[in-house]
Nanobody
Framework: QVHVVESGGGLVQPGGSLRLSCAAS????????VGWFRQAPGKRRESVAL???????NYADSVKGRFTVSRDNAKNTVYLQMNNLKLEDTAVYFC?????WGQGTQVTVSS
């Protein structure tokens, strides 16, 4: 059974940065659709950044220019570099690899 574990969340001030990691217990993540989603309190889960077919990346308009998704296929790990964080980025961030979801990691942006 494949597992996905996120890490790297925390409390950060507006304008700060965090890097989230997503480790998958499967190989060949380059063959899977992987991405990051988030869910804020009282809101629906939304897509943040995705690796789509052919290696293209898609970002939500709200994070373009601030967030960067990357992956290390040798380590079966996906990253989300988040810069210039805003209050509205506060949410639980989830990773998905080939349809398998992690438990999420909390990101709180607060002054």
């Amino acid at each position: 059974q494949v597992h996905v574990v996120e890490s790297g969340g925390g409390l950060v001030q507006p304008g700060g940065s965090l890097r989230l990691s997503c480790a998958a217990s499967r190989s060949n993540i380059s063959l899977a659709i992987v991405g990051w989603f988030r869910q804020a309190p009282g809101k629906r889960r939304e897509s943040v950044a995705l690796f789509a077919d052919g290696g293209r990346t898609n970002y939500a308009d709200s994070v373009k220019g601030r967030f960067t998704v990357s992956r290390d296929n040798a380590k079966n790990t996906v990253y989300l570099q988040m810069n210039n964080l805003k209050l509205e980025d506060t949410a639980v961030y989830f990773c998905t690899v080939g349809g398998v979801w992690g438990q999420g990691t909390q990101v709180t942006v607060s002054s």
